[in-house]
């Protein structure tokens, strides 16, 4: 039941401003606000955040990431050339200053010394909001994979961005001038664009200087971007092929063979629109004719890796493909309802037809899409992990659910109190930002549907569920007390600056900082610290 | 007399919104801005048959002309909710239908954007690129097809945008690339209702 003791606001604007109106419409076993503990701060962790304070006003929310800095994502994966889309970062600045917004950089999450255990978070909170996202990429699993200039895409990724994880990765970009992705998702056509960039075009953006570096002597100059389906089935965004298509001096050159049927979808014009302009786009091809190109890409289509082939067991001089075909005639799957069309078209199958070929690289880029992992001591709160999907179960909504135990017992599948989560742990690896941010916007919004309407949430160890939770005072104490150096949303702001600083010095927006004993240093100075 | 029962109201209002807030550290940017906004839409809903368009608007847009005081605008992505105040005899009308079939309509100026009058006004959406079409945030359906073909062509980009918005229609914009001008008065446009990650596609199994 909801109790209004508001004195009086007009009823427009108790439509017009959720914030007024929810103030005063807790519900009567809530008297006091929600603690949430939210894993991971990337956009969904902050998205997640902003809503729920847009929905809570009261909520405190605390951040736990185990990288001192901040943004995930934003600022690990998205492109250096796409800083429109790391412009969201600023939204989310708003969010981390806020009055009920804690931040702990720095901070692992696990059972090992010098890590914080999920068991010494959960008693100080009402709900756990997993946010975490794929940290693992997936493995093709294919004979070779292991050979030298055989490269994760995600690891290239973070190595390009800076990501301490990758600091180390030094890519071999000599080995020859042809370079094969495997894969065609944005993350394929985001390597694709670091290979063949102009380099003046990267040296504007915050790309690390090691980077630019090592681009600067790569021989890469055609790149084979080739995938299992069709080119209406790739992931790709268009935005992202567009990039491709106009980059100064870049060629592309269609697939070597069955161009025409591949591309030419007939009744074009009842294709539904994403589609059709993609096909459109491709059939136009580059602005720089191939013949003046001076490097060039190439899209592949209908072929997947069969293996990575060296002479000498060690270098990779080759990727074997197999040859597929549709499961079905793509024309048979246009009806005319736009919808209908493009979940079949972007859903239909392929099967190997049998046949071998080979394409020469020296170097290789697996690109099949990222995984998430369960985190350790999942068990330990109740936690369970779908391995198969890579997700955390949930009901679609953000609620956690345990398929074999549920509130009446084993046996009934059901939420598990208090657990929820967003974006990429929770529906896979796939979308652009926008679909984060309306993933992490239905998790907020059901958080606060079930704290007012006086769901279970987590209790106490004293069992006392309505009691006021710990919060952020005692986990501090927590990670005090194992000797965790965590890292304060000020102490970020002086990592910030020190590196907007740095990239000043260059004439770009910032030089990322690539090791954590150097992000640490500049709070502590140097000499004093050995972390890492 | 108006004016003063508007002062009370507004009052009124911002007592009750302010009353969750921690007294210690600053608001942030974006809830400040939801505080001023119910204190401007307060002035709106006030009767207006008294007051010229012109005295209406100084008094609803009071922070415009002292930008040096303002707490809240230091980068553009957090701007909205500056919006220009039209000029007597050049109000524009807009409505926005939300998810709710509720119709808000405001009048605005030239050259102010949907982004930007949605935010200023507190309507359900989001701008995550700042304004700067490289997402599909701030989708929005054009009522009528007569008007979607009185605005200019959406660009390549924002086409490219448009194609991963939820919900696409014919008649689908970019707010944030939609400019209010003579030709679009009293444009009507529907948000799209959030229900994105409810697609039963994106929940199929992956193989």
């Known amino acids: ?532 | 007399m108006v004016q003063r029962q508007c002062i009370a109201a507004t009052t009124r209002a911002f007592s009750t919104c302010t009353l969750s807030r921690p007294a210690s550290r600053t608001t942030p940017p974006r809830i400040h801005n939801q505080l001023s906004h119910q204190r401007r839409h307060l002035h709106q809903t006030q009767p207006r048959t008294t007051r010229t368009p012109l005295t209406h608007l100084q008094h609803t847009f009071p922070r415009r002309n002292t930008p040096k005081t303002r707490t809240f605008t230091t980068t553009p992505a957090r701007s909205h909710g500056d919006l220009t105040p039209p000029k007597p005899g050049e109000e524009r009308h807009v409505t926005f239908v939300d998810k709710d079939l509720q119709h808000h309509t405001f009048v605005v100026a030239d050259g102010d954007n949907l982004l930007d009058i949605a935010q200023a006004n507190d309507l359900e959406m989001e701008g995550a690129c700042g304004g700067s079409c490289a997402c599909s945030t701030c989708h929005v359906i054009v009522e009528s097809d007569e008007m979607f073909d009185r605005m200019e062509e959406p660009s390549d980009d924002e086409n490219d945008m448009l194609d991963l918005a939820f919900g696409l229609t014919e008649t689908s914009r970019l707010g944030c690339q939609v400019v209010m001008r003579k030709e679009l008065d009293g444009v009507v446009v529907k948000l799209p209702s959030m229900t994105r990650n409810m697609q039963a596609s994106d929940f199929a199994e992956k193989s």
């Open chain 1, 1 to 532: 039941m909801l109790v209004r003791r508001a004195p009086w606001v007009c009823q427009t604007c108790r439509h017009h401003g959720p914030s007024a109106s929810r103030t005063y419409s807790t519900a009567a076993t809530r008297q006091r606000p929600i603690h949430v503990a939210i894993i991971g701060s990337g956009p969904a962790g902050f998205y997640s955040a902003y809503r729920l304070l847009k929905k809570l006003p009261d909520a405190r929310i605390d951040m736990f990431e185990h990288l001192p800095v901040p943004y995930g994502l934003v600022r690990y994966g998205v492109a250096p050339d796409h800083p429109d889309v790391k412009k969201s970062a600023e939204t989310l600045v708003d969010v981390a200053k806020h009055g009920h917004f804690n931040f702990a950089g720095n901070v692992p999450i696990g059972n090992d010394p010098g890590c914080l255990p999920l068991t010494s978070i959960a008693p100080y909170y009402d709900a756990l909001l997993f946010a975490y996202g794929a940290s693992r990429d997936k493995k093709l699993d294919i004979p070779g994979e292991d050979l030298k200039g055989v490269l994760s895409a995600r690891a290239f990724v973070g190595w390009y961005n800076g990501l301490p994880e990758y600091a180390d990765l030094d890519p071999d970009l000599t080995g020859g001038d042809t370079a094969v992705v495997i894969g065609q998702g944005n993350v394929a056509l985001d390597v694709t664009r670091m290979l063949l960039a102009p380099l003046d075009e990267l040296r504007k953006t915050d790309l690390t200087e090691h980077a630019i570096d090592t681009l600067s002597r790569s021989r890469v100059n055609n790149v084979k971007v080739i995938g299992r389906r069709g080119p209406l089935q790739a992931p790709y965004t268009i935005k992202e092929l567009r990039e491709l298509m106009q980059m100064r001096s870049l060629g592309f050159a269609p697939p070597p063979e069955g161009w025409d049927k591949l591309i030419r979808v007939e009744p074009r014009k009842r294709l539904p629109r994403q589609l059709k302009r993609i096909a459109e786009l491709l059939e136009k091809g580059s602005t720089t004719p191939m013949q003046e190109a001076e490097k060039a890409w190439q899209l592949g289509y209908l072929r997947a890796p069969a293996a990575f082939l060296s002479s000498n067991n060690e270098q990779l001089e080759a990727v074997g493909f197999e040859q597929q075909e549709y499961d079905s005639p793509v024309s048979d799957l246009i009806t005319g309802d736009a919808p209908t069309d493009l979940n079949g078209l972007r859903g239909l199958r392929v099967r190997s037809t049998g046949a071998k070929s080979l394409v020469h690289a020296h170097l290789a880029f697996r690109s099949v899409g990222y995984q998430s992992t369960p985190l350790e001591g999942f068990g330990d709160i109740g936690v369970p992990f779908d391995q198969a999907r890579g997700i955390i179960p949930n009901d679609r909504w953000g609620r956690v659910i345990s398929p074999s135990k549920g509130p009446a017992g084993p046996l009934t599948a059901g939420h598990v109190p208090g657990m929820y989560c967003a974006g990429w742990v929770k529906r896979g690896p796939t979308g652009v930002i926008a679909s984060t941010l309306d993933d992490a916007f239905t998790t907020a919004d059901i958080i606060a549907k079930d704290w007012e309407e006086g769901t279970r949430f987590l209790s106490s160890p004293d069992g006392d569920a309505d009691g006021t939770k710990g919060g952020w005072t005692a986990v501090k104490r927590e990670i005090q007390r194992r000797g965790i150096r965590s890292v304060s949303w000020y102490e970020w702001e002086k990592i910030d600056a020190e590196e907007r600083r740095r990239g000043q010095l260059r004439g770009k927006e910032r030089e990322k900082i690539r090791r954590v004993s150097e992000m640490l240093a500049v709070l502590d100075g140097y000499g004093r610290t050995s972390y890492m």
